[in-house]
């Protein structure tokens, strides 16, 4: 099996090697490529692999500009740090979606997925992608509605509808609500993200998932980043990095 690995993190790189020469030992790495502009130069350039690994967030902007510059009809194992981009990534020759650090276990599940679905890629692109839709199944995904918190010994119910954003600060995360009020949670940031509508919310960056309703106006920041201001206001600012300021642009204003 030929593998192109499109990945600009040296660590994420030879973790996904390691992992991937473990699962599979026959696997040729055929070249690595760490950037939007040289990954559309080989493609122009080079026979199809038989599949690619292709990290989200390259140094010069997303893995999904590559789509829009190239013909890719071949499958492709989406990797990265953060969920935010799950049903983008459906939405081209995407077979799966690894989060990392990739796990040798999921690894395996997707190589069983990519030999099981070798099949589909053999016959139109718009034809592969309506049947890995439907076998996908997103619209079976479900989405948490309510979360449990606890207020010393009592427990309520929080509806998603009336939380504002997440936070974590020194490994504690909160929930607040609409009216400001705080409620600690068990869950991480990279555990809540996976529980929720990716329609609804947003992972800004390491320290916050905010709600599209209570983002109250969006700036421009230093050097392409994003300055977020939410109701109720969060209690330090809440910036979008350069690398991820295009795509929260678009799920503001067209969703996934």
């Given at each position: 099996m030929k593998v192109l690995?499109?990945?600009?993190?040296?660590?994420?790189?030879?973790?996904?090697?390691t992992v991937l020469e473990e699962v599979n030992p026959g696997v040729d790495i055929i070249d690595v490529i760490d950037t939007v502009s040289e990954s559309v130069k080989w493609f122009q350039n080079h026979q199809a692999p038989d599949l690619v690994f292709?990290?989200?967030?390259?140094?010069?902007?997303?893995?999904?500009?590559?789509?829009?510059?190239?013909?890719?009809?071949?499958p492709v194992i989406f990797t990265t740090a953060f969920d935010e981009y799950m049903l983008r990534a459906f939405k081209v020759n995407s077979i799966d979606y690894l989060?990392?650090?990739?796990?040798?276990e999921e690894l395996a599940l997707s190589l069983k997925k990519y030999d099981a679905m070798k099949s589909i890629f053999s016959g139109p692109v718009n034809a592969n992608l309506n049947e890995l839709i439907k076998n996908i199944r997103l619209d079976d995904r479900h989405f948490k509605t309510r979360f449990l918190v606890k207020i010393g010994d009592t427990m309520i119910s929080v509806e998603t509808s009336d939380i504002a954003y997440?936070?974590?600060?020194?490994?504690?995360?909160?929930?607040?609500?609409?009216?400001?009020?705080?409620?600690?949670?068990?869950?991480?940031?990279?555990?809540?993200?996976?529980?929720?509508?990716?329609?609804?919310?947003?992972?800004?960056?390491?320290?916050?998932?905010?709600?599209?309703?209570a983002i109250k106006k969006t700036h421009r920041y230093h050097r392409g980043k994003l300055l977020v201001e939410t109701i109720p206001e969060t209690d330090e600012p809440l910036i979008v990095s350069s690398e991820k300021s295009a795509a929260f642009k678009q799920w503001l204003g067209e969703g996934f």
């Open positions: 690995i499109i990945e600009d993190e040296a660590p994420a790189f030879r973790r996904l090697q292709m990290d989200i967030q390259l140094s010069d902007g997303l893995s999904f500009e590559i789509f829009d510059q190239v013909k890719i009809n071949y989060l990392k650090p990739i796990k040798k997440f936070q974590t600060r020194h490994g504690v995360v909160h929930l607040v609500n609409r009216q400001g009020r705080k409620y600690l949670m068990d869950a991480s940031l990279d555990e809540l993200i996976q529980q929720l509508d990716p329609q609804a919310f947003y992972r800004a960056n390491r320290q916050f998932i905010i709600q599209f309703d």
